[in-house]
Structure formats: structure tokens, C-alpha cells
Nanobody, 114 residues
Framework: QVQFVESGGGLVQPGGSLRLSCAAS????????MEWHRQAPGKQRELVAR???????DYKDSVKGRFTISRDNAENTVYLQMNSLKPEDTAVYYC????????WGQGTQVTVSS
């Protein structure tokens, strides 16, 4: 089974940027959608962004215009460029496929704070 390893998180000030990476242990070429989710303390995991191809992406309303999802099938990697970060973006970020998600990885912590 393909496994996902997320990285790139950290502590950043409001207005800052981070680029998250999700490395898959196998090919993602046949995965119709790849997604980024996040889970803030005390809250349920939520969908942040979804990509089928460069021609089709979708975002949670609160991150539209600030986050950009991309995928590199040759490198089996999915990215999330996050700009103009806000404290409410603080969460652990995970990636997975859709439909039929696989086991969740460890995620990467993003903390937005001054």
C-alpha cells in the first residue's frame, strides 16, 4: 500500500508563507484526486484543497487565493504552497488520495503565530 510522508511545516508569522510537500512511497499517477486536509486542535479533520490535474483544482473557501495545490506525478509528490498565512491556518496538515483514501500519514505541523 502506498504511504504518504508530509513535510515542510513549521512556525511562521502571520502573513508568511510555507510550502508543504507530500511524498508518496509509490506511484500516484492513477490516483484521480490528491488532497490536502488539516486538523486543528479540538476540531475535525477538514478538506483544504484538491487536485486532479493542473486544469482542475478546488479549495476550501477560506484559503482560496492564498493556497495553491500542485502535483508532480513523475516525482510522486504533491505540494501545497501557502501564502498570507493566518493564525486560523494553524493545524496539522495531511495528504491523501480521493476516493478511497489510504492510511493517514503523520502529518506536518503548521503554526501561525507572532
Amino acid at each position: 500500500q502506498v504511504q504518504f510522508v508530509e513535510s515542510g511545516g513549521g512556525l511562521v508569522q502571520p502573513g508568511g508563507s510555507l510550502r508543504l510537500s507530500c511524498a508518496a512511497s509509490g506511484s500516484i499517477r492513477n490516483f484521480i484526486f490528491m488532497e490536502w486536509h488539516r486538523q486543528a486542535p479540538g476540531k475535525q479533520r477538514e478538506l483544504v484543497a484538491r487536485i486532479q490535474s493542473a486544469a482542475y483544482t478546488d479549495y476550501k473557501d477560506s484559503v482560496k487565493g492564498r493556497f495553491t495545490i500542485s502535483r508532480d506525478n513523475a516525482e510522486n509528490t504533491v505540494y501545497l504552497q501557502m501564502n498570507s498565512l493566518k493564525p486560523e491556518d494553524t493545524a496539522v496538515y495531511y495528504c491523501n488520495k480521493h476516493p478511497y483514501p489510504l492510511s493517514w500519514g503523520q502529518g506536518t505541523q503548521v503554526t501561525v503565530s507572532s
